[in-house]
């Protein structure tokens, strides 16, 4: 059974980096596009973060583009998110999750649990 | 970036009863179109892709269609189990961007 465990979360002040790790197990995790969503306390969902299975692509939107870097070590089986210049707005919990194929299809198929982050004076 | 804009925000519902989402896209795109459920506390669970093929496990009384700027979810028959918020998803270009939810509650 695939298994994402997220870690790394908390209280950062703005302008504070911070990184996730998200520890995937139960699937060959070299061969799959993996992403990062958020979701705001209360409120909807936003994708953040892409990188390809051999990490030769990474797709962010605006919101995020210089700030966050995701990135793969595909031989410890582990993603990560590093997120700097935090803003109040990017208080959220964040979600790996990964691809149904090793692009980016953004078929979501299975996600870890979610660590809370939360930007804060 | 494509806006995605569900209706209703929030429906009651009874068990038994057919149920249908509505999902609009301020553009056309085929049927780059994925739903997802989410419960209370837990993360969201990929419940349809490309406007209507069922994930592995997911029950038949869950269906989509679709294509071009508007889609459905429709359960057939209202479970327990499906009281949750329901997510639409376009996937046709980056970034990729979710529907705002609607919550499934009791009646």
């Known amino acids: 059974q695939f298994q994402l465990v997220e870690s790394g979360g908390g209280v950062v002040p703005p302008g504070g980096s911070l990184r996730l790790s998200c520890a995937a197990s139960?699937?060959?995790?070299?061969?799959?596009?993996m992403h990062w969503v958020r979701q705001s306390p209360g409120k909807g969902l936003e994708w953040v973060a892409f990188?390809?299975?051999?990490?030769?692509?990474?797709n962010y939107p605006d919101s995020v583009k210089g700030r966050f870097t995701i990135s793969r070590d595909n031989s410890k089986n582990t993603l990560f998110l590093q997120m700097n210049s935090l803003r109040a707005e990017d208080t959220a919990v964040y979600y790996c999750?990964?691809?149904?194929?090793?692009?980016?299809?953004?078929?979501?198929?299975?996600w870890g649990q979610g660590t809370l982050v939360t930007v804060f004076s | 970036d494509i806006q995605m804009t569900q209706s209703p925000s929030s429906l009651s519902a009874s068990v038994g009863d057919r149920v249908t989402i509505t999902c609009r896209a301020s553009?056309?795109?085929?049927?780059?179109l994925n739903w997802y459920q989410q419960k209370p506390g837990e993360a969201p669970k990929l419940l349809i892709y490309a406007a209507s093929s069922l994930h592995t496990g997911v029950p038949s009384r869950f269906s989509g269609s679709g294509s071009g700027t508007e889609f459905t979810l429709t359960i057939s028959s209202l479970q327990p189990e499906d009281f949750a918020t329901y997510y639409c998803?376009?996937?046709?270009?980056?970034?990729?961007?979710f529907g705002q939810g609607t919550k499934v509650e009791i009646k």
């Open positions: 990188i390809r299975h051999d990490a030769n692509n990474k």
């Open positions: 139960g699937f060959t995790f070299s061969s799959y596009g």
């Open positions: 553009q056309s795109f085929d049927t780059y």
């Open positions: 998803q376009q996937t046709y270009r980056t970034p990729w961007t």
């Open positions: 999750a990964k691809d149904l194929d090793g692009g980016n299809s953004g078929y979501l198929d299975s």
